[in-house]
């Protein structure tokens, strides 16, 4: 193990978009040079500070990603950039592996050819697919019942690859349920459209929306809607960095880490807590399940824990959903008239 003396600039993909942005926030705020790619598919160019270098592009585009790379001396990349919502990639599976996959390929190739040492990659709980036994654990079986989740998967095991044949070592953060928004306000979930229940039910409680559908309420649990282990944003992009302080400490080690806090809430567990932190009650709309849908998915986070001095700030579910609501008010006064 060695100590890190000197910090490496730091490649952020996708970091106009929710999750990047709250990691480049949290590197900046431990030091760490920060320069951003995103192509603000998804992503705002607001969302990212004035005084961090923006590089506007695709991750596919490697000619542009190796110049930024050189230019700014990269040492490292954290990846978020990608498609995230489960139904779409049901819809065109050939675009999710198209974007998660083969971006993910010439991205790796770029980091390779400019002798990048280190990569952190966003990946997800969707690659267990239907668990066995929950908690769940980093070894459990890999079965991805979505394209998106396979998506993911596949870079994981590129990364393997690449690690094995290459001067690189990684780290696959697998997300539980992200939300939440910056304590300080700085950055939130923006995207229109936001399948989160969280933020859904933000949105619900500030008149955005008309009710908030609740998918299924035979499930096998206490109260019969889905369980779900949700991490607050901020705990997830401090994981990020402390994650990377572990690739640089022993460059031959690689890691594969769940992030989630080892505690599920249920769909109408979460709705009771936006209706405590708003005073005010949420229509709820009870349908039918969505295929593939499990049960319940609450991390064991035993591994991260013990790997690195990773201690969640924000694991109160009152607390998520009080950032998650400042956030969402913060963006109704940007596009009030």
Request: aromatic share 6%; hydrophobic share 45%.
């Amino acid at each position: 193990m060695r100590s890190i003396t000197e910090k490496p600039a730091v490649l952020v993909t996708g970091g106009a978009g929710y999750i990047g942005s709250h990691a480049v926030l949290a590197l900046r705020d431990a030091g760490w040079p920060v320069v951003v790619i995103d192509n603000l598919s998804t992503g705002f160019r607001w969302a990212v500070p004035q005084d961090v270098p923006f590089v506007q592009g695709d991750i596919a585009d490697q000619p542009l990603v190796e110049a930024a790379m050189r230019e700014h001396g990269i040492g490292a990349v954290m990846h978020f950039a990608g498609s995230v919502v489960v139904p779409e990639s049901v819809r065109d599976p050939l675009g999710y592996y198209r974007n998660n996959t083969v971006r993910s390929r010439a991205l790796i190739e770029s980091a390779v050819t400019c002798g990048v040492r280190h990569f952190i990659f966003s990946s997800t709980a969707a690659v267990y697919g239907i668990p066995e036994i929950v908690p769940i654990v980093e070894d459990s079986g890999k079965a991805p019942i979505n394209p998106y989740g396979m998506s993911k998967l596949m870079t994981e095991q590129m990364l393997r690859d690449v690690a094995a044949a290459h001067p690189m070592n990684f780290c696959a953060l697998r997300y539980f349920n992200v939300a939440g928004a910056d304590p300080e306000n700085r950055a939130g979930q923006s995207t229109l459209g936001a399948t989160h229940l969280i933020k859904v039910a933000v949105e619900a409680a500030l008149g955005k929306r008309e009710a908030v559908s609740v998918y299924g309420t035979d499930f096998d649990t206490p109260d019969g809607t889905g369980v779900r282990d949700y991490i607050h944003v901020s705990d997830l992009a401090d994981a990020h960095v402390l994650a990377l302080g572990a690739l640089i400490a022993d460059p031959a080690a690689s890691h594969t880490f769940n992030c989630g806090y080892g505690r599920g809430f249920s769909v109408l567990e979460v709705l009771d807590a936006v209706d405590r932190v708003t005073n005010r009650p949420i229509t709820r709309r009870l349908e039918g399940r969505r295929a593939g849908d499990p049960d319940a998915l609450v991390a064991d986070n035993g591994r991260i824990t013990a790997a690195l001095p990773w201690r969640p700030a924000h694991e109160d579910l009152d607390t998520i959903v009080r950032h998650a609501l400042a956030w969402e008010r913060h963006l109704a006064e940007r596009t009030a008239p």
